[in-house]
């Protein structure tokens, strides 16, 4: 006999992460053990396949409320305000990232939840910290308000697994790029609007300098990432909530290049705007090492296959007339 499988949590699901992320634990765990939550209505029907709520990460009750009515064993806490909209809005940066996460952790504490995933982000680094390679132990000094929540959840989390041995984990992601939802409000957004005005327009307006340089990901080593780290053996891991991790890094520049090997025609034009301070206070790469030991970190995507997958679904999707974009 199996034992039953753990009904699962992930709030901010209808985000650009949460909506691959959902279908991949429902692929794993089962349809109706999934429970989907966000503060705004999924855009696409592939969220409402199984259980979804509407939750506020910033109201404990309402939090709470779901995790007794679903019996919640693990919670993939996804709600963030992001680089660039943080900027825009600090104080609800401040609000959703660092309440939301004490409540998901304090309702985890008291409500017998097993094991907790957080995101952390490369914008946990800032202009003091070694910008080649960035270790993982090593300076932290941000200069975005979503930047300060990212260290301090990180220290967050940890606190949690130290004091009251809650199983706490979590990955800076550098920036992800995929094609189901576009992202929401980052300074890496750049690296996936290249895409969608590639396949649409022929030509991209670019908000940062060409030979800007940041760590990247594509969307399957980013669902790879959460799923390893989480089925990793608890007593291997050294670090908790902020594991360096990453698969590529490129300046605009070279991804606009390895999209003219497709798309002969693609122009790009670049007109930097606030955004480039942000990017510029980030690594260039990072040193995954750590996650490779503690958990066999290893990504499938480089530049070139991701360019080329992200570019043949796009072009798939146009073709089919189902490439909405709203830019
Ligand atoms: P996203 O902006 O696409 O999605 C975030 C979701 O949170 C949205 O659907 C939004 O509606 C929801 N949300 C906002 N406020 C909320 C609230 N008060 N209550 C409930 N939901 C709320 O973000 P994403 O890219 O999916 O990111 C998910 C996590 O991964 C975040 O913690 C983010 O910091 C982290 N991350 C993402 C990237 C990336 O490039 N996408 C990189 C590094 C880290
Ligand atoms: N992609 C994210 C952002 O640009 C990095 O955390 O905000």
Sequence with gaps: MTAETETILVTGAAGQIGSELVPALRTIFGQEKVIATDLVQPKTQNLRLGPFEQLDVTQGSQLEAIIRKYRI???????????A????????AWEVNMNGLFNVLEAARQLDV???????SIAVFG??????????DTILSPTTMYGVTKVAG????DYYVKKFNLDVRGCRFPGIISHEALPGGGTTDYAVAIFYEAVIYKRYNCFLRPETRLPMMYMPDCLKSIINLMEADFSRLKHHSNFNVTAMSFSAAELAAEIKKHLPDFEIN???????????????????SSAREE??????????????DMLRVLQEKKARGNLFYPG
């Design 154 to 157: 990180e220290h967050l989390g």
């Design 114 to 120: 097993k094991q907790v995933f957080c995101p952390s």
């Design 127 to 136: 202009p003091l910290t070694p910008r080649v390679n960035t270790p993982q």
């Design 73 to 83: 064993k693990k919670i993939y806490h996804l709600a963030a305000i992001l680089s």
């Design 295 to 308: 958990w066999g970190w290893q990504p499938d995507y480089d530049l070139t296959r991701m360019t080329s």
């Design 85 to 92: 909209s943080g900027e825009k809005n600090p104080q609800k």
């Design 270 to 288: 670049y007109q930097p705007d606030f955004r480039q301070a942000i990017a510029d206070s980030w690594p260039e790469s990072i040193d995954d």
